[in-house]
């Protein structure tokens, strides 16, 4: 699985978090899960893409306050409490992967991001999402 198409789940995942309790989550995990075993043909559990998928979550969600601080610090005239809900998931992965992947350049990191965001978002959102994390560029 590329790693375009596995930030692209990434997002759906995470996404998920913004519309459902931490005690719905547990839920809502198996679901997805199982719907990815399904997509590509695999038994759960025995799919390395979905390891690393259920890895990248849980490591993204732990550093979840830490990035919101981060975005709330570095936005002008917003917070993350103002932010929608596509744009907020997307910058969350992309200063995850900036901050805390040594494996993703901040290069890729804010082209993937304004990928999701023209792919997912409203029409201005990729200008938004490239503009916020230029700022964390370094």
């Not at 990434?10 to 997805?32: G, N, V, Y």
């Not at 390891?51 to 975005?71: G, N, Q, T, W």
């Not at 991001?113 to 938004?128: D, I, M, P, R, T």
Request: aromatic share 10%; charged share 35%; with cysteine.
């Amino acid at each position: 699985m590329s790693r375009h198409t596995l930030r692209e789940k990434l997002f759906l995942l995470l996404f998920r978090t913004e519309f459902h309790d931490k005690e719905d989550m547990d839920a809502q995990l198996a679901h997805f899960f199982e719907e990815f075993a399904k997509e590509r043909g695999m038994e759960e559990g025995d799919d390395p893409a979905a390891a690393e998928l259920k890895e990248r979550f849980d490591d993204l969600c732990a550093h979840l306050e830490e990035i919101d601080k981060k975005l709330d610090e570095r936005i002008s005239g917003w917070t993350t409490n103002r932010i929608g809900k596509v744009e907020l998931t997307i910058l969350r992965i992309a200063v995850y992967e900036m901050d805390y992947d040594e494996l993703i350049s901040d290069a890729i990191a804010i082209n993937e991001a304004v990928e999701l965001a023209k792919k997912y978002g409203q029409e201005k959102s990729g200008e938004f999402i490239n503009g916020v994390l230029a700022k964390f560029a370094g």
